[in-house]
């Protein structure tokens, strides 16, 4: 069971296994035959941590999904709801529990994911169902393990809410995680970050070790560095087309256009990435528009050119514009404002682009990729090397004094922090053993990401195994949607 999960230095089942317990205690604490009714969000993270057959043993013997009306007869003892703190989802549930038959006898229970919300408690007062649940838990699940070597905390809105609604929830949920992470796997001495984000995490992490300085882990360090990267620090790469298998699954599935419109895509990115043309009105993306192919496809490219352009010219990005909510529709006007203020789509405010001394001190572009048998990170975008993975290449050496210039044109601070480990932790390195780096992508990571990272971790001479932590798993595609204000009838 889960054997993927504990292969490689860091064994990510401990993880799972945490969490498998925690839930265990809770359903045990619900005597008697359950029926589980669970937010339709929450299944696909739950799938990851519990089979049904765990659930089984502690007497689950029906699963619904959370709708409005009445719960489906089910003849057990126990309802449980399994579901985020969204107040929409109160009202449903006491919708449920109004709806149930008296004569029943049932007992009801909340399990909130992550976290419990004293708001969400009063909704369920107002509708005067609170008194009615046996227990109101939390179940704190944090950090998910995907992969060997890859967690996510399938936060689904982490970027919107960071850059668009200065909500820093998410990034407390992060602070939590890596936190437990800590106390599986041993403090992490080092701590590198870069952008506002990732500042603010360190500094509750910090916080929240003072808190409970008593409590320090005593377990010897697994990780010897964590590295937290803001996704706006690169927000080129998750625009670009991923050309890794699961990168281009994730691309592609379901989509079913010429492959001559894809190359043409793929050539146009190509170009604005290597700095061609990118200041001017681009006549693929014109056509694009006359077509009306589907808009997040323009918004993508449009916002590419934006970011290898730093920002458009003014009668460039009013042109745009104007195409866009012309042929899309004026509702669009507030995708294209919420574009902007993530720093996505914005006027050029000043004559020098960095872009290009960043693409070239840092290698980002590598003419002849070797695709069959990649020597560089590059190979992920057939010669574009994801900016962010560049950056943890470089930390793992020679160091990031060696681009400090780069870091200060790049969004966000850049800071180094050392935790105090307790006596007798310190780590011996044998001759030869790689070091351990967590790498925190503080607002999503691509597949192709991944697939850079782990290419760095199999290297001979890398002397660095990674792994990968994220809020979410995305592509240019989710997380563009993420940012529309009317995103459902969008492809």
């Known amino acids: 069971m889960a054997a993927h999960l504990s292969y490689g230095r860091v064994n990510l089942n401990i993880l ?82 109004l709806s149930e038959d008296k004569q029943q006898l049932r007992e009801f229970h909340i399990l909130f994911v992550p976290r419990r919300s004293l708001l969400c408690e009063q909704r369920l007062k107002e509708q005067g169902v609170l008194g009615c649940f046996t227990n109101i838990d939390e179940y704190i699940l944090d950090l998910i393990p995907y992969d060997g070597d890859l967690l996510s905390m ?63 882990s005593q377990i010897l360090p697994v990780f010897d560095t964590l590295l937290l990267l803001d996704r706006n620090v690169d927000l080129l790469t998750p625009l670009a087309t991923q050309l890794t298998y699961e990168g281009l699954i994730d691309e592609i599935y379901g989509i079913t256009n010429a492959s001559d419109v894809f190359f043409d895509n793929l050539t146009v990115e190509q170009e604005f990435m290597t700095g061609v043309d990118t200041d001017k009105v681009n006549t693929y993306i014109e056509d694009c528009i006359a077509q009306k192919d589907p808009l997040i496809k ?3 490219l449009v916002c590419m050119q934006s970011v290898c352009n730093n920002g458009l010219k003014q009668k460039v990005l009013d042109h745009y514009k104007r195409e866009i909510l012309q042929t899309y529709g004026y509702e669009h006007i507030l995708t294209l404002t919420n574009l902007e203020k993530a720093g996505l789509l914005k006027p050029q405010t000043t004559t020098r682009n960095n872009y290009p001394t960043i693409r070239k001190t840092l290698k980002l572009w590598m003419e002849d990729a070797n695709e069959q048998n990649p020597n560089d990170i590059s190979y992920v975008y057939s010669g574009y090397a994801p900016l962010s993975v560049r950056l943890a290449q470089v930390l793992a050496r020679p160091g990031w004094r060696s681009i400090e210039e780069v870091l200060k044109m790049l969004p966000g601070p850049h800071f180094e922090e050392r935790q105090q480990l307790p006596t007798g932790l310190h780590k011996k390195r044998q001759q030869g053993e790689n070091r351990t780096t967590l790498v925190f992508f503080l607002g999503g990571v691509t597949y192709a990401e991944i697939a850079a990272l782990r290419f760095l971790s199999q290297m001979e001479d890398s002397g660095t195994e990674y792994i990968i932590a994220t809020t979410k798993l995305l592509n240019g595609t989710s997380w563009i949607r993420s940012l529309m204000d009317r995103p459902d009838n969008q492809s």
């Not at 799938?47 to 765990?54: E, K, P, R, V």
Request: glycine residues 6%.
């Open 16 to 97: 799972r296994e945490a969490a498998r317990k925690e839930l265990r205690e809770f359903l045990d604490k619900c005597a008697g035959t359950k029926a589980i009714v669970w937010d339709e969000y929450l299944t696909g993270p739950f799938g990851l941590i519990a089979q049904y057959s765990l659930l089984k043993e502690h007497e689950v013997d029906k699963m619904f999904t959370l709708k409005a009306g009445r719960v489906p007869p089910a003849d057990v003892k126990n309802i449980i709801f399994f579901v985020r703190p969204r107040l929409e989802l109160m009202d449903i549930i006491a919708e449920n529990v």
């Open 154 to 216: 399938e936060s689904e809105t982490a970027f919107r809410e960071c850059y668009l609604e200065n909500d820093q929830t998410s990034l407390f949920h992060t602070a939590k995680g890596l936190m437990t992470l800590q106390a599986l796997y041993g403090t992490i001495p080092q701590i590198f970050g870069k952008g506002e984000c990732a500042r603010h995490v360190a500094n509750m992490m910090l916080r929240m070790k003072r808190e409970f300085g008593g409590s320090q």
């Open 298 to 300: 323009i918004l993508r």
